[in-house]
């Protein structure tokens, strides 16, 4: 089974910016955690990155052709998009939201987020177990059926 791991703005620059809050590991470190976690469950994962909203949108509508599942760091897109928000809820299968650090503990800005409404479950404050966390839940989802 293919899962999407969709990662949004500045996640490219994991283990340079702010590594107090965001960890030291790097994007392509996670990359192969979340691959090696992935193959230990069955899974597939495709694992992506990009600063642009329209690309992270173009790649949820592409899930819902090709992914039994997808996780999702929309970054600071989760406060702002209700664009992603919607793309999200037009998917049949399901969604995790997943936050390295512990939004609900961050300044009030970042406290709100439109992509959980859209999502099947969220994981946030678990630095990069958090993504791992994320594939044995959606793993579990999978499990129960089509819509988890």
Not at 16 to 40: C, F, H, N
Not at 138 to 144: E, I
């Amino acid at each position: 089974m293919l899962i999407f791991v969709l990662n949004g703005p500045n996640l490219n620059l994991l283990g340079a910016r702010e590594p107090a809050i965001y960890g030291t590991a790097t994007l392509d470190d996670l990359k192969r955690s979340v691959a090696a976690r992935a193959a230990a469950l069955g899974l597939t994962a495709d694992f992506r990155q990009s600063n642009h909203e329209g690309v992270l949108i173009d790649w949820i509508q592409e899930a819902r052709e090709k992914a039994a599942g997808l996780i999702i760091n929309p970054g600071a897109y989760t406060h702002s998009s209700v664009a992603i928000h919607d793309a999200l809820k037009a998917l049949a299968c399901p969604t995790i939201e997943v936050h390295l650090s512990n939004i609900h503990a961050r300044e009030a800005f970042r406290r709100h987020s439109f992509v959980s409404p859209a999502a099947s479950g969220v994981i946030c404050g678990l630095g990069a177990h958090g993504y791992l966390a994320a594939l044995d839940a959606l793993k579990g989802l999978l499990d129960k059926g089509p819509k988890g």
